[in-house]
C-alpha cells in the first residue's frame, strides 16, 4: 500500500561507501565519518516528526513525508549527475532524505497494521515489514550495485529517479486510499474479528 519505504535506505547503506571511493575519492578508512550521519538522520526523524503523525494526522503526515523525500531524493540525483555536489554535501542530503524517509516508513508500517482486526495486527505487520525489508534489501542493493558498477553518474540518477518516484508513488496512494486513524480507537477503524457476525 505504502510502496517500498526500504527500497530508498537499504541501497544506500549497502551502496553509499562504493559512490564516496569511486565518485568523491574518499579514501576507505574515511567512509565511517560520512555514513555515520545516516543513522542520525534515520533516529531523529521519527523522534522529532512522530508526534506530528497523531496531532496533524497520519494521512497527511505520511503523504508530507513520503512526497518530500521522493522530491528530495530526485533533487539530490540531479545535483549528483552535475556533479554539484562535494562528498559532504552529498551526505548531508541523504541525511535530510533519511529524515523524512524514516519517520515516512515508521509511520506507514505502523498505519497498515491498524487497518486490520486487532486479533491479527501482529502478524500485519510482521508480513509487511518482512516484505518490504527484503524487497528494499535484495533488489536496492543489487540494482543500484549495477549502476554504480556502471561508472556513470546518469546511471546512479536514474536509480535515484525511480526511487524518488516509488516514493512519491506512495505519498499519492497515501493521500488518495489512506486510512486516518490518528486519535481514534482502532476498534472503530477495523473491528475486531471477534465482532464481526
Known amino acids: 500500500m505504502y510502496g517500498h ?3 530508498c535506505p537499504s541501497y544506500i547503506f549497502f551502496t553509499y561507501a562504493i559512490v564516496l571511493t569511486k565518485f568523491y575519492g574518499v579514501p576507505g578508512d574515511r567512509v565511517g565519518m560520512f555514513i555515520l550521519p545516516f ?8 523522534l522529532i516528526l512522530g508526534r506530528l503523525f497523531d496531532t496533524v494526522g497520519r494521512r497527511t503526515m505520511i503523504t508530507a513525508t513520503y512526497a518530500t523525500a521522493g522530491l528530495l531524493m530526485i533533487a539530490t540525483g540531479l545535483l549528483f549527475v552535475g556533479a554539484d555536489l562535494s562528498a559532504t554535501g552529498q551526505t548531508a542530503a541523504w541525511t535530510t532524505i533519511f529524515f523524512f524517509a ?5 509511520s506507514a508500517y505502523l498505519t497498515v497494521s491498524e487497518c486490520f482486526p486487532l486479533e491479527i495486527r501482529a502478524v500485519a ?12 534489501g535484495i533488489a536496492g542493493p543489487l540494482l543500484f550495485g549495477m549502476l554504480i558498477g556502471s561508472g556513470e553518474r546518469i546511471n546512479l540518477f536514474y536509480g535515484d529517479l525511480l526511487g524518488g518516484l516509488l516514493m512519491l508513488g506512495a505519498a499519492a496512494v497515501e ?7 490518528a486519535r481514534r480507537p482502532l476498534e472503530s477503524v477495523a473491528r475486531p474479528l471477534s465482532e464481526v457476525d
Open 125 to 136: 505487520i510482521a508480513l509487511f515489514y518482512a516484505f518490504g525489508t527484503a524487497l528494499g
Open 102 to 106: 524514516s519517520a515516512a516508513a515508521s
Open 5 to 7: 519505504p526500504h527500497f
Open 175 to 181: 493521500a488518495a486510499i489512506g486510512v486516518e486513524a
Open 39 to 46: 543513522a542520525l538522520g534515520n533516529f531523529a526523524g521519527p
